[in-house]
């Protein structure tokens, strides 16, 4: 699978400013698994002050599926991603993104348009993988994980985190042709809300989660 993404690199003639655009998206993935594996460690060895936090208390995730987590996770990270990250590239080419550093209104305006993107693609997509047919194939994927944990971000299959995860995540970056700067804090930002939904855990000052 890696050399596929290497020969797709050198296919399309991916310049300095794609590699620096996957890059930057990389960064908010570093984060993500420094925080995972964290709250994956907790969930493992469950201490006392843990554990009143967590929503599912007579629940514990074993080994054998944190594994299966992990490795689900690191094939939509490593294999899936940076493919759509290529070709989504070509399409920002064609945008013409903004050469000038973004300003403090700047970034919250364009988080403004980007989340009301988000929640509009998410929603209509959401629903569609909840049709019998897509549930049975795509979206069940995702639910087959009794615990609520933090490794469940990523437990997609590829097809919910092409359309659900990157189709949507990206779109706004596309429609307003945001400096790169803006969409690197934007994708830093939707790696920590999607790490609060799914971790499980209700602490304090975090998100309520007990919806997802």
């Given at each position: 699978?890696?050399e596929?993404?290497y ?5 399309l003639?991916c310049n300095t400013q ?8 990389y960064?908010?993935?570093?984060i993500?698994?420094?925080?995972v594996?964290?709250?994956t460690y907790?969930?493992?060895?469950e201490?006392k002050?843990y554990?009143k936090?967590?929503?599912q ?6 080994i054998?599926?944190i ?7 690191l094939?939509n990270?490593l ?5 759509f ?8 080419e064609?945008?013409i ?10 970034i ?15 929603y209509h ?5 909840h049709?019998?047919?897509l549930?049975k ?6 639910h087959d ?7 469940n ?6 097809t919910?985190?092409l ?9 706004g970056?596309?429609i ?6 803006v969409?690197k804090?934007w ?8 790490i609060?939904?799914h ?5 304090p000052?975090l ?6």
């Amino acid at each position: 699978m890696f050399e596929i993404v290497y020969d797709i690199f050198n296919y399309l003639n991916c310049n300095t400013q794609c590699t620096q655009y996957i890059y930057d998206y990389y960064i908010s993935i570093n984060i993500y698994w420094i925080i995972v594996l964290l709250f994956t460690y907790l969930d493992y060895i469950e201490p006392k002050w843990y554990i009143k936090y967590k929503i599912q208390k007579n629940k514990k995730i074993s080994i054998k599926r944190i594994v299966k987590l992990i490795k689900q996770n690191l094939f939509n990270q490593l294999c899936i991603t940076p493919i759509f990250l290529i070709f989504w590239y070509k399409l920002l080419e064609l945008r013409i993104l903004d050469i000038n550093e973004p300003t403090f209104y700047t970034i919250i305006s364009h988080f403004i348009i980007y989340f009301i993107t988000v929640e509009f693609l998410f929603y209509h997509i959401h629903f569609l993988l909840h049709h019998p047919i897509l549930f049975k194939w795509i979206h069940k994927h995702h639910h087959d994980e009794l615990n609520t944990v933090a490794l469940n971000s990523y437990n997609n299959h590829f097809t919910e985190h092409l359309l659900s995860g990157l189709f949507t995540m990206n779109s706004g970056h596309l429609i307003m042709g945001s400096h790169k700067k803006v969409f690197k804090y934007w994708s830093i930002g939707v790696v920590l809300v999607s790490i609060v939904f799914h971790c499980g855990v209700h602490l304090p000052l975090l998100f309520p989660n007990e919806f997802v």
